[in-house]
């Protein structure tokens, strides 16, 4: 009984979960722990067993976030697979979700994971080191609904760690910062504290980063297949599923292939650039575009070496593509269009003042 308890905690089975799946008659808990295009492996109190949704869930399923993803609490059929592949009828409520815009279409959103508590947003110190792809991660896991935290990984392979670290931290505002190295006998220790009994960790970052080798070693042992990465210390996208494990220690951790783009859908930033808009409230107009605008409180920043221009070129850069997400082209355009007749207020005006200076 103690096992079943302790792996219902871990799988996150909470009272919550138990309470909601109490109104279903007839039906089981299950938390998808790894999905195969339409199956999906699912793990029950005292089972694992394969599963696809019913009918009705497709016809009901507009969306690709309509359908299960890893880390989703399910309601099943039956307990077993003994008799053929379980059925999933529902999908409950969610807590958080990590998603991001689904490769080669502008509307759709792909869930990477579901029912998280923690992000580890996974970056390498060698030639994988990217601020401003952290940033965009930041935003996304912050939007998740669940903490981020950045795990800088292959500690051993940095000969200027301080100096990585102090890069880091300038930008990782109100996150959490671990250093970490799967060579080194302590070079775990630092995440640990994150893994606690019934809280889901997902781990995110580029391919080749160590990932899952990170995990293999929460685990202890190498159940998840790794590889070299290329000269360029470009990975080989050897995970290519996302899947759940338990760690022995407590707690459940996904793994997730390493991601090539990661497209943004209308995040809110604020929290990723806090230290922007804190001084964005200080220039004299409240419409400071932060370029030449007298009394502009974020280019004295920038002169001052407060904050780095990059930062706001990357600031910048995000908010467009969040306000671009889900227009057709030639909305996309028009925007564009307008934007760089901001200060005329549109081309209209634009035309107009031509216009007008022609005449003189
Ligand atoms: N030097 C060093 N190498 C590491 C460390 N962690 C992982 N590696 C190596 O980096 C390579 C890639 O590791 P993986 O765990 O496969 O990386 P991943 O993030 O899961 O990659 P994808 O599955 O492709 O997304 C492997 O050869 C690992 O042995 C580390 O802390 N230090
Ligand atoms: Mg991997």
Redesign the pocket.
């Known amino acids: 009984m103690r096992f079943l308890e302790n792996r219902a905690i871990d799988l996150g089975f909470t009272e919550h979960y138990q309470r909601e799946a109490a109104h279903y008659q007839d039906l089981f808990l299950g938390r998808v722990i790894a999905q195969y295009k339409d199956l999906y492996k699912v793990a029950t109190l005292d089972n694992e067993l394969m599963a696809e949704i019913t009918g009705k869930l497709r016809h009901l399923s507009d969306a690709l976030s309509d359908y299960p993803a890893v880390g989703d609490f399910v309601m099943l059929d039956r307990a077993s697979d003994q008799s053929g592949n379980a059925i999933i009828h529902s999908i409950l409520p969610r807590k958080s979700v990590f998603v991001r815009k689904a490769a080669g279409t502008s509307q759709e959103v792909q869930i990477i994971a579901a029912n998280i508590d923690t992000v580890f947003i ?1 970056m ?1 110190l060698n030639q994988d080191f990217n601020l401003r792809r952290l940033e965009r991660y930041l935003a996304i896991a912050w939007d998740s609904g669940a903490i981020p935290v950045i795990v800088l ?5 940095c000969r200027e760690l301080p100096v990585r670290l102090a890069e880091v931290e300038a930008i990782a505002i109100g996150v959490d910062v671990v250093v ?5 006998e302590d ?1 775990c220790k630092a995440i640990l504290t994150y893994l606690k009994s019934g809280q889901t960790v997902a ?1 995110m ?12 070693r929460l685990i202890g042992a190498d159940i ?6 290329r000269k360029d210390d470009k ?6 599923v996302r899947e759940l494990f338990v760690i022995p220690s407590g707690g459940a951790v996904i ?5 090539r783009e990661l497209g943004i859908e209308s995040v809110n930033l604020s929290k990723t650039f806090a230290d922007i808009d804190e001084l964005a409230a200080k220039c004299r107009f409240n419409d400071c575009r932060h370029e030449r605008e007298p009394g502009c409180a974020v280019r004295q920043a920038i002169e001052g070496g407060l904050i780095d221009e990059e930062r706001l070129i990357s600031y910048k850069k995000l908010q467009k593509e969040a306000k671009y997400e889900g227009l057709t082209s030639r909305q996309i355009e028009n925007e564009k269009i307008n934007d760089m007749f901001a200060e005329f207020d549109g081309i209209k005006n634009a035309r107009d003042y031509i216009k007008s200076r022609k005449k003189r």
């Open positions: 996974c390498s990984t292959k500690a051993d392979l970490t190295s799967s060579i080194t070079g781990f970052g580029s391919s080749g980063v160590g990932k899952s080798t990170l995990i293999n998840i297949a790794t590889r070299e990465i990975g080989r996208h050897t995970t290519t793994d997730t292939p390493g991601m």
